[in-house]
């Protein structure tokens, strides 16, 4: 990531709340219709007493039901220490979405360091720009000061109970020791032995841009005033941090026995609002034991929500992980992610970054079934004004914009198309947005949000597409996100998003019952816009511009993976795709852990499982220049959270994919991996798909339709097949060949898939066939 000279136009700030997405329901309608038969009875079958109690003549039989069974299973991915973490990638981490906290050793001294960190603490100074004026602001870290020397640690972060536990031991005796976050409180209990004793100190940090590790502030910068502590009545110990451009951070903390209760406030342009804020939350929790029981109901409740096992015990361990790292981040209607999530540290990127960075890092909610947590979606609704705001005077009329990086009110302006300024990032985030609404059928996320934002990023390329001698729309000089080399005209990222754009917006008028005036425009770009620039290497950047440098974003990509514009199911393509994957990654210099993620999930949608591993594998190879970091996070020239979490989306391509309105069932699951499964696994069309592979061959699909959405099932059986509706009936299902049934299937009923006899319908996790140590430094 870099940065690009910016401008800030600030407009009110007004809070909108994001719709709730989703809801239960049970699907299905099977088709080809042959008696459906039973392998087994009883607990273990598709049939038997269970099913009759329900007077259902099918059910999953599903092991991870029971507090115990999912305690069991994720305990086995847990992050475990031995050796005391001395930097920020190596220790556990802790977070609610708002607030966040890292564990590793205080740096040069025998202390343990707890940061305290808070997504919504930003400057608020747009005239110096997002790395420095809106930045995300520090706000300080706790220490854990022994007796004696730290000589061993044992401590496991639990992601079923998402709580650090375990010792501290020293010279001097032993520090129990427990720590969690919820509802924006940091608690922790520490008890000590022998000759140790509880010390906690808090360390406020100076608030001013971490990005001060790269560069100097901007001319005519001043730094926040310093902070003040003071002492409530009650004993609770505060840190007040005013800042230059309004508003202020609180934090406040007291002890109680064994146990620490922290919290931080943010407001703006308040500054006193901040200080009721942290004290409130601090009333919330009067205790650790009170404030544990809260948060492990919410998050038991978390995970049920889904399930997925396969026999790779290390990649298994780091895609739950990596669920847990988001749901520690995001939460909808919280700041969209900053490229360090809640965990702030020296960077040069203290930021939104709208090009690569905030796409890649929501993917994967999608899948696991958590909409919940979809904080982009809520930050472009609630923000409207300023996206209006960010593109240039002449255009606001009818426009919409944001520049490469911005706060979390997306206040950022855009530049414009002929200048060789990076315009299409706003349309791409969108497309996010429109996976958000495809995964849910939430029709006011269209009507409220897609719609009328994408509509004006639109109007914004519109505003600069002109004719060509060759009869064809052409776009002035765009750059394709951090290619050093800008093309005179057709940059192929922006050319992408806007047969996107144009595509979506007439299918969400027809969805929405929309009669626009644009329509026949919308029309006519698809009709007449420039064909993408290739060469015999594959896509290149832009006109004139060939792919020639290596580099590690997959933009001049976009039309191949994430929108699927160009894919594998057009057989004239093919060869296109193959060739312009393959020439990106011959270039090797400048790739980074993305690099393989982005390369697994486009060879995943060629089918191609052994290959997409393969470049998956990079990532976590140490070998490589970035590789993935031992508690799982990532770090470039600093922290930047989308890439692992990129990873577990590039499994998900692996395991399921539902673009172009067909369900894939183990679409490109590696040969190695010849058993999986998947529960609750959320796709396109609000379907909800379970699935069992045993001996490297499906057993079975079951869809639930949430919302009645045509299916289209790809679904890897062979044989004769069956599918039943859950109250016993056959489906209506027509063959559309290539492994593909279309079944009628209404809201809120179920289909049963197999081939042969009907086979166990178990859920449960699958046996390792590939151990592998811990994360964490066991």
């Known amino acids: 990531m870099t940065s690009q000279p910016e401008k800030r136009s600030p407009v009110p700030r007004r809070s909108v709340l994001g719709t709730a997405l989703g809801g239960a329901a049970v699907a299905a309608l099977p088709g080809t219709a042959r008696a459906a038969q039973s392998e087994g009875t009883g607990p273990s079958g598709g049939a038997g007493p269970a099913d009759e ?17 999912w305690e069991r299973f994720l305990r086995d991915q847990d992050l475990l220490w031995t050796r005391l973490p001395t930097l920020w990638y190596e220790g556990p981490f802790l977070g609610d979405g708002l607030l966040g906290s890292m564990v590793y050793q205080e740096p040069g001294a025998n202390r343990i360091r707890f940061t305290v960190q808070h997504g919504r603490v930003q400057d608020h100074r747009p005239q110096f720009g997002s790395g420095w004026g809106t930045c995300r602001l520090p706000v300080g870290h706790l220490t854990l000061d022994p007796v004696g020397t730290i000589t061993a640690v044992d401590w496991r972060l639990s992601l079923w109970n998402a709580e650090l536990t375990g010792t501290v031991t020293t010279t001097a005796g032993t520090l129990t020791l427990s720590a969690l976050i919820h509802d924006e409180v940091f608690a922790a209990r520490v008890t000590a032995a022998g000759g140790e004793k509880v010390t906690w100190t808090f360390h406020p940090e100076e608030a001013i841009s971490p990005r001060k590790i790269q560069e100097a502030p901007p001319s005519g910068y001043t730094g926040n005033p310093p902070w003040t502590t003071r002492t409530t009545d009650d004993g609770t110990a505060q840190v007040l941090q005013p800042l230059s451009g309004g508003g202020r951070t609180a934090t406040s903390y007291r002890r109680s026995g064994d146990d620490l209760l922290l919290s931080v406030g943010h407001s703006f342009p308040s500054a006193t609002a901040a200080e009721a804020d942290s004290l409130r939350n601090l009333r919330r929790a009067p205790s650790y034991d009170v404030l544990r029981r809260r948060h492990t109901a919410w998050w038991h409740a978390f995970y049920r929500k889904s399930f997925v096992s396969f026999p790779d015990q290390r990649l298994q361990s780091f895609h739950w992980i990596q669920l847990y790292k988001v749901a520690s981040a995001s939460r909808a209607g919280g700041p969209v992610m900053a490229t360090s999530g809640p965990w702030l540290e020296p960077t040069p990127w203290p930021a939104v970054w709208w090009n690569l960075n905030v796409q890649l890092e929501y993917w994967l909610i999608q899948g696991f079934n958590h909409p919940e947590l979809d904080s982009l979606a809520t930050t472009l609704r609630q923000n409207q004004e300023q996206l209006v705001a960010n593109v240039p005077a002449a255009y606001r009329s009818d426009s919409s914009g944001i520049g490469r990086s911005s706060d979390m009110f997306a206040n950022r302006e855009v530049g414009q198309p002929g200048t060789g300024a990076e315009t299409g990032d706003l349309t791409w985030a969108l497309h996010n947005v429109w996976l958000s609404y495809r995964h849910s059928m939430d029709e006011s996320l269209l009507r409220d949000t897609i719609y009328p934002v994408l509509r004006r990023t639109i109007n914004y390329y519109l505003h600069f597409l002109t004719p060509g001698s060759d009869g064809k729309l052409h776009l002035p000089s765009t750059l394709s996100p951090e290619y050093p080399v800008v093309p005179p005209q057709d940059t192929n990222y922006d050319l992408a998003l806007i047969r996107w754009g144009c595509q979506t917006l007439l299918d969400s008028a027809q969805l929405l019952g929309i009669d626009d005036e644009l329509k026949p ?3 006519e770009v698809l009709a007449r816009l420039t064909p993408y620039p290739v060469d015999d290497n594959g896509f290149m950047i832009g006109a004139d511009t060939p792919y020639t440098q290596s580099h590690r974003h997959y933009s001049h990509l976009l039309m191949v993976y994430p929108l699927y514009l160009v894919n594998w199911d057009q057989p004239e393509n093919r060869d296109l795709i193959t060739k312009s994957v393959v020439h990106w990654h011959a270039l ?29 594998r990079k990532f976590f190879d140490p070998s490589t220049r970035y590789p993935c970091r031992a508690n799982t996070h990532y770090t470039e020239a600093g922290p930047v959270i989308e890439t692992p979490l990129s990873a577990s989306q590039s499994l998900h391509d692996m395991f399921c994919q539902s673009w172009g309105g067909v369900v894939r069932v183990f679409p490109a699951v590696p040969s190695a991996w010849k058993d999986l499964t998947l529960h609750n696994f959320r796709t396109q069309g609000a379907f909800l798909v379970s699935a069992v592979r045993k001996g490297g061959a499906t057993r079975f699909v079951r869809v639930r339709s949430l919302a009645g959405e045509p299916l289209k099932l790809r679904h890897g059986l062979s044989g004769t097949l069956t599918a039943v509706l859950d109250d016993g009936t056959p489906a209506h299902t027509r063959d559309l060949g290539d492994g593909t049934l279309a079944i009628d299937l209404p809201k809120g009923r179920e289909v049963l898939v197999y081939a042969g006899s009907r086979p166990d319908l178990v859920i449960a996790p699958v046996a390792v066939s590939e151990p592998g140590a811990a994360w964490g430094l066991p």
């Open 588 to 616: 090797t210099g400048a790739h980074r852990g993305y690099s393989y993620t982005g390369a697994a999930s486009i060879y995943a949608m060629t089918g191609d499982g052994d290959t997409a591993i393969g470049y998956l």
């Open 521 to 523: 425009r919308w029309q």
């Open 53 to 69: 109690d329900t007077g259902r003549p099918w059910r999953l039989r599903d092991t991870m039901t029971s507090d115990s069974a």
